[in-house]
């Protein structure tokens, strides 16, 4: 069965460095996403990108954070100076279509990012 | 805004237990209410519900919704081990994004 992959599993990085987090989504699926979910906490809505653009972002998605899909298959997440409430697991996702909403979106397995 | 309830919060029961999940959402243009399983680390799909009164099946799994009263039920019939994990319920409203809810944690005891 399709899989969207993700790497790395787990970073380990110093307050104020920059950290790339990277997607392979699903091959036929159009529409890419970012997820976060701190420890104990909900799963929180980053940014969902469509066109080579992003379509939306949340109010968590600040001028830190930025996405790329720098070739035909991978999908990355960077975060430019990080900060210790970056400390969370970070879910890419991939969906076929919006539809406005009526969609299934598969998730990846997950890379966890600990801020020291 | 925008929210998810997910009730109860945690939920621990014997093996061959039913159990029932809850969920309600105040969202903006519903489209959509999805469930997923959440056991290690991906949260994995198991229904999308987009109409009131239509259950869906899989196995001892089942799910319905009521747009009317805004809340779902996700049914587990003779729970095993393997059904432990946190089960999320996520909505879809005007635009792509999901809305979950904080999720319910299953703990099934042999």
């Known amino acids: 069965e399709p899989e969207v992959t993700q790497t790395p599993s787990h970073q380990v990085t110093q307050m104020g460095q920059e950290v790339i987090l990277r997607c392979v989504p699903i091959?036929?699926?159009?529409?890419f996403y970012w997820y976060r979910q701190i420890l104990g906490q909900k799963v929180e809505f980053l940014v969902s990108?469509?066109?080579?653009?992003?379509?939306?972002k949340s109010e968590i998605f600040d001028d830190q954070f930025s996405v790329e899909r720098p070739d035909g298959s991978n999908f990355t997440l960077k975060i430019r100076s990080t900060k210790l409430e970056d400390s969370a697991m970070y879910f890419c996702?991939?969906?076929?279509?919006?539809?406005?909403?009526?969609?299934?979106?598969?998730f990846g397995a997950g890379s966890r990012l600990t801020v020291l | 805004e925008d929210k998810v309830v997910q009730s109860p919060l945690s939920l621990v029961v014997h093996e061959g237990d039913t159990v029932t999940l809850n969920c309600s959402y105040e969202?903006?243009?519903?489209?959509?209410l999805l469930w997923y399983k959440q056991e290690k680390k991906a949260p994995t799909f198991l229904f999308m519900l987009?109409?009131?009164?239509i259950e869906k099946k899989s196995g001892r799994l089942s799910s319905i919704l009521d747009k009317k009263e805004l809340f779902s039920i996700l049914n587990i019939t003779a729970t095993q081990t393997g059904d432990s994990a946190i089960y999320l319920c996520?909505?879809?409203?005007?635009?792509?994004?999901?809305?979950f809810g904080t999720g319910t944690l299953l703990a099934v005891q042999p």
């Open positions: 996702a991939s969906s076929v279509g919006a539809r406005g909403g009526a969609n299934v979106l598969t």
């Open positions: 091959s036929n699926h159009l529409y």
């Open positions: 990108f469509y066109n080579n653009e992003i379509s939306e």
């Open positions: 969202v903006t243009n519903f489209r959509s």
């Open positions: 987009t109409s009131s009164g």
């Open positions: 996520a909505v879809g409203g005007a635009t792509n994004k999901l809305i």
